[in-house]
């Protein structure tokens, strides 16, 4: 057995005291005065056997309860087998992982589980001798956090560590540590701390999770006093395309991700930092509510949005940021041999849709190059330039509707668009087929049809060609069966595909009631289908449409005081952006020109949903998840000011400082019912 304080045991002669008092008996003597004499001699020869006993055992309880009073204060233990290895030596290197992730602004006792993980960080060092070197881990994974330091540094940098929207895994976490320790040329004698709140909702490949048998784990979990959160998972729009003065309504999916009813939240709607319309919102546990909120913007342009909710300790969710692109200018061009020209017309009322026709055999590449949709109409064979400038479409996602001349070559369209493309028969006899009225639930003639009748007028037309390929389906049929107009629908692209040609002969279409909206649709669905409202940071690579794009210029993004300049790509109006490995805020960014400082447009980010889920791993399941892996500890939910005494306790020496307590204060209550009950 050793002791921690062994200086207390120099008070061990105090046990001597109550002998001494008893030795030389130092009460003083008090006078009895008696009435009557005649049973003295027999009181005093019982009462002098009786006190002599009882001061004898008072005496020995008394001698009794110093003796343990001064074991338990010099902290008696009994040294553990594997202690000596984790404190081995005067030099090592540790390695600490604090979890900065936005959970960690839940609170326990009045306190952020972050700075409770900073205060248990900044014990950590004095465990273990002063020669020892520390490598601290956040989630941002820094350059500096690749290299161990000795303690002052250490705990300059546990002190400066803020909260990051990097997500990490303990796999990962592990991963960087021991490439750490590999450059160190450490084989044995590895520690890793994790001071974390072990959301679940990251660490889902715990039971994937090897542990490396040289290393020493130290899972430190942090619990809050309650789990509370609200979010807004996503928000869109009734209408995609927003024209100015229109009235709208934006839904806003809101969850309650925490234990525990709220009621009459206040959600609200900013528009420029405008606040343009509210709502209340209560949610059941664990319930997620769609609310709508109408708004109207009086002014084109982009518009920076955000939808906001009351929620307290954990705040980093409570607003959603989004833009608005309000009456875009569409670029449409239109590459047409038809003499008819149903085209050129149908885009002349809109001052947003901007038209440019011209024939196949004089493209004008500007206006391709900056499309948002390309129009075929009447081409018999697509050429080698007219060939470049579809694939080149394909490839930037821009829109394209095809509608073929009565004798197209069809080699060359299916090797363009790499369908398969069949002709139909059509004698002088053939008689126009009628289509028949598309689903109520189809997405692309959304707000197309005010209302629905039985035998409501749709075009006709005869079947020339049917075509077919991966991904492509019918948009408007023949009541045959055939298809009308088809479509091929890709993540950030459509490709429409007509039957017949924009020819009275072949069918009505062009002159027909519904070619105005069809068209139009197209033209908006190239602009929105494009335009995300919003981003999240785990999206690595993002490509953005974008007008007054010059190639060659380098953009950056800013938010107030905060610039980056991420890794980028410029073709033609598409700008790719590679999101750089550092921390950003969410909220709205102006995408501005190095050169100039001019705003080309704005992008918004919100923080990935996972870290909104606060459901964490308790102590008892990581100690049942790894209890029968001997090198990783698990600690209960520990204060900073006893970590050192708990690490002590559980892998250093087993105390006994508590049995010495126990048993002295059983002998100082034998004394004190002696002395009470004893007469």
């Known amino acids: 057995m050793n002791f921690v304080n062994p ?44 006190d002599r006993l009882k001061k004898i055992l008072v005496m020995i309880a008394r001698m009794a309860f110093i003796l343990l009073a001064i074991l338990t204060f010099a902290r008696p233990y009994i040294p553990k087998e594997d202690g000596s290895t984790l404190l081995k030596g005067d030099t090592g290197k540790i390695s600490i992982y604090i979890d900065n992730s936005f959970s960690m602004q839940s609170e326990r006792n009045g306190k952020t589980l972050l700075d409770a993980g900073k205060d248990i960080g900044r014990n950590i060092p004095g465990i273990f001798p002063v020669g020892y070197n520390y490598q601290i881990i956040d989630n941002r994974f820094t350059g500096s956090s690749r290299y161990f330091k000795n303690q002052d540094r250490t705990e300059e940098e546990i002190i400066g560590l803020t909260y990051s929207n990097f997500t990490r895994g303990l796999d990962e976490v592990n991963t960087f540590s021991q490439d750490a320790f590999v450059r160190e040329k450490m084989g044995d004698n590895k520690q890793i701390f994790m001071v974390s709140d072990f959301q679940k909702s990251t660490n889902l490949a715990f039971e994937q999770f090897e542990f490396d048998t040289s290393t020493t784990y130290h899972l430190i979990p942090l619990q809050a006093d309650k789990t509370e959160n609200l979010r807004i998972d996503s928000v869109w729009l009734e209408k995609p395309f927003l024209k100015e003065k229109e009235n ?33 919102i209560s949610l059941e546990e664990e319930e997620t509510k769609t609310i709508e909120m109408a708004f109207a913007i009086g002014n ?116 363009t668009f790499g369908v398969l493309i069949s002709k139909n028969n059509i004698s002088a006899s053939s008689q126009y087929i009628g289509t028949i009225p598309p689903p109520k639930k189809d997405p692309f003639f959304a707000n197309v049809f005010e209302k629905r009748i039985k035998n409501m007028s749709m075009p006709e037309g005869i079947s020339n060609y049917q075509w077919n390929g991966r991904g492509v389906h019918t948009l408007l049929g023949y009541k045959n069966g055939q298809s009308f107009l088809t479509i091929q629908e890709n993540a950030l692209q459509n490709i429409y595909f007509s039957s017949v040609p924009l020819d009275p002969q072949y069918s009505n279409f062009g002159k027909h009631a519904l070619f105005v909206p069809v068209m139009y649709r197209m033209a908006i669905l190239s602009k929105t289908q494009s335009d995300q409202l919003s981003y999240n940071f785990e999206e690595k690579n993002i490509r953005i449409r974008l007008e007054g794009l010059q190639k060659g210029s380098m953009y950056k993004l800013q938010k107030e005081q905060l610039e980056i300049i991420p890794t980028q790509k410029v073709n033609a109006d598409i700008l790719t952006l590679k999101l750089p490995n550092e921390d950003m805020e969410a909220g709205c960014y102006a995408i501005k020109n190095t050169e100039n400082d001019a705003i080309v447009g704005y992008i918004a980010f919100n ?73």
């Open 7 to 50: 200086v207390f045991l120099y008070a061990l002669p105090l046990v001597a005291v109550p002998l001494i008092i008893h030795l030389f008996n130092f009460q003083r003597s008090s006078e009895v005065k008696f009435t009557n004499v005649a049973f003295l001699q027999t009181v005093k020869e019982m009462s002098n056997a009786q």
């Open 607 to 679: 923080y990935d949903i996972l870290e909104s889920k606060l459901e964490s791993y308790s102590t008892d399941e990581l100690k049942e998840k790894f209890q029968n892996l001997k090198n990783v500890k698990v600690y209960n939910n520990s204060k900073a000011d006893t970590f050192k005494q708990v690490f002590m306790e559980d892998n250093v020496a087993q105390p006994l400082w508590r049995f010495f307590l126990l048993f002295a204060l059983l002998f100082l209550s034998i004394e004190m019912i002696i002395l009470r009950f004893w007469k």
């Open 300 to 415: 084109s342009g982009a518009k920076r949005c955000r939808v906001s909710i009351d929620d307290y300790p954990v705040d980093f969710d409570n607003d959603h940021y989004f833009i608005l692109n309000v009456s875009p200018n569409i670029n449409i061009a239109i590459i047409s041999d038809n003499p008819r020209k149903y085209l050129s017309t149908v885009f002349k009322s809109e001052p947003f849709l901007n038209a440019t026709s011209f024939r196949s055999n004089s493209i004008n590449y500007s206006a391709t190059n900056g499309a948002d949709l390309l129009i075929l109409d009447y081409v018999e064979s697509i050429n080698e330039s007219l060939n470049e400038v579809i694939t080149n479409a394909i490839r930037n996602g821009t829109n394209i509707a095809v509608f073929p001349p009565p004798n197209m070559d069809i080699e060359s369209y299916s090797t």
């Open 248 to 280: 709208n309504k934006l839904f806003v999916k809101v969850s309650n991700l925490g234990k525990g009813e709220v009621k009459d939240r206040d959600l609200k709607l900013y528009i420029e930092d405008v606040q343009s319309s509210n709502a209340t």
